[in-house]
């Protein structure tokens, strides 16, 4: 019996015998890890036997030889692979790989990309690097369950048709190669540079047209704007879905990226954070840069979430960023930013809002603005609302009287928060009466009225915010609605942190007694 058979015949044993074992017992070493324990430490055979090596032995055999560095078997086992996918980055989760062993399974995948003829056997068409994808394939194909991965199964392979020759007929030309894809998330900052990274960067760029890198989730921190460019120059930009950009950069900075931007045709959530505009910077320039970033959302045709935050030019400039969005948003959010009441007003009117379902404004003043822009913005979104945060929008009761109406016809809304903002007990009660309709309204983040302050510089009276709390409370018990959930929170003046308090104060450190 060669060393192959013995491993197949191991492998139907053990799984028979793991249906018996007791559930309370300590497991003894499975006969299918001995086996392959044993394999391994004869390497030759181990590379000689995977050409005719079950599909059901390689991934318990490629996690062995994975935690044990076991590199040229490694790479001639990526060769051989007899899947579509080969998830390493579920592995590399699990067993935090060492370096040796990445570039190994990287260099088996280039000498198979380098074969002008590609093995009998091979069906590998995705290496994917995300730690959070197919978390369970490992464990599955250890055990008895293999068929549930359909994505990860070989292709039925097809029997062989002997052609015949006819004569005066050459063959067609050969069809290019299919490049294989490499899936991976980015996350691009200053520091280190990631060995891995830059090992992946080298084979993709020597492979180039035969090694697709994609990146589905790319997020972008402090890093120069040069070395940003370079990565994304192998990226394929059209694979990104998901992308965060946290620098604080200048306005101009943006601007270079902007046209990186407009190649990622399938963006589905855009996250932005921290442009600010330089004082040397003109006019002109100034406008340059802004016509270059928004005319990016005209090739954008699947952006469905798009967030905001610390943007220094949207001031009198929101509507150009909105006319050039083509698909309605399901998620804005606009934060800690300047508007004017022309930019809220066109909001409100754009088309774009209409099937909003999370909508955020915290951190945009709002005191010195009509409220009608508000209160047309949650009506035109009141049918599929479900997230509402207007925190620390500086929203008085008499702004706060007029939107109620808008905020009672949300029907769709499940949380609702406004904390930070001078309202009074009478008007909190006026909302709980105008909302408690609402069946998938849950969650209430509300400020402490103003009632409940002691002084002007915002110090809470906190047995007199208890008894406020317990009023509400007992509204809602009243009303039919004990299970709707209402949080009082507000920042305390020294430290900053919020005080909440359902039924308990949750207090920050600063009225805790020394």
Not at 133 to 158: C, I, K, N
Request: glycine content about 4%; aromatic content about 6%; some cysteine.
């Amino acid at each position: 019996m060669t060393v192959l058979q013995g491993i197949g015949k191991v492998y139907l044993q053990d799984s028979f015998r793991s249906r018996f074992i007791r559930m309370s017992m300590p497991a003894p070493p499975r006969l299918l890890d001995l086996a392959g324990q044993s394999l391994l430490r004869h390497q030759a055979s181990a590379i000689a036997a995977l050409e005719v090596l079950p599909m059901e032995l390689f991934p318990p055999l490629f996690t062995a030889a994975f935690a044990g560095r076991y590199s040229e078997i490694l790479k001639v086992m990526v060769q051989a692979w007899p899947f579509a996918c080969l998830p390493l980055g579920a592995l590399m989760k699990e067993q935090q790989p060492h370096q040796e062993t990445f570039q190994a399974a990287l260099d088996g995948l280039d000498v198979l990309l380098a074969q002008e003829v590609r093995p009998r056997r091979w069906k590998l068409q995705v290496l994917d690097l995300r730690k959070n994808a197919h978390q369970d394939f490992w464990t599955v194909w250890s055990g008895t369950r293999a068929s549930m991965y359909s994505l990860l199964e070989p292709e039925v392979a097809q029997p062989m048709k002997k052609k015949r020759k006819v004569d005066g007929c050459k063959p067609g030309p050969k069809p290019p190669l299919a490049p294989v894809e490499v899936l991976i998330d980015l996350c691009l900052k200053e520091g280190t540079p990631d060995e891995s990274l830059a090992y992946l960067i080298q084979k993709v760029q020597q492979r180039k047209g035969l090694l697709h890198l994609c990146c589905k989730k790319l997020k972008i921190f402090a890093m120069p704007i040069q070395n940003i460019k370079k990565i994304l120059k192998i990226v394929q930009l059209d694979s990104i879905q998901d992308l965060e950009v946290n620098c604080t950069w200048k306005l101009s900075t943006l601007g270079k990226f902007a046209p990186h931007l407009g190649q990622m045709g399938n963006l589905r959530r855009l996250l932005l954070s921290h442009i600010h505009m330089s004082s040397h910077t003109t006019p002109a320039k100034e406008e340059h840069c802004v016509n270059q970033f928004t005319a990016q959302f005209l090739r954008l045709h699947h952006l469905e979430e798009l967030y905001l935050d610390s943007i220094s030019f949207l001031e009198d400039r929101l509507d150009q960023v909105l006319s050039c969005l083509k698909t309605p948003l399901e998620t804005l959010s606009i934060t800690n930013c300047l508007l004017s009441e022309s930019d809220l007003t066109n909001l409100s009117q754009h088309l774009n809002v209409s099937q909003l379902k999370d909508l955020g404004l915290s951190g945009v003043n709002l005191t010195n603005m009509s409220p009608a822009p508000l209160q047309v913005l949650i009506e035109r979104a009141s049918a599929t609302l479900q997230d509402l945060d207007l925190d620390e929008c500086g929203i008085m009761d008499s702004q706060f009287t007029v939107i109620l109406p808008a905020l009672g016809r949300c029907s769709q809304l499940t949380t609702f928060s406004f904390c930070g903002n001078p309202i009074s007990m009478a008007v909190l009660e006026n909302l709980l009466r105008h909302t408690i309709g609402l069946s998938k309204l849950s969650h209430v983040l509300y400020p402490a009225p103003l009632e409940s302050y002691e002084d002007v510089r915002g110090t809470l009276h906190l047995g007199r915010l208890a008894q406020l709390h317990a009023r509400l409370k007992q509204m809602l018990q009243e009303l039919g609605r004990p299970s709707m959930v209402w949080f009082s929170a507000n920042p305390c003046p020294h430290c900053g942190d919020r005080t909440f308090y359902d039924p308990e104060p949750i207090l920050c450190p600063c009225y805790m007694p020394a």
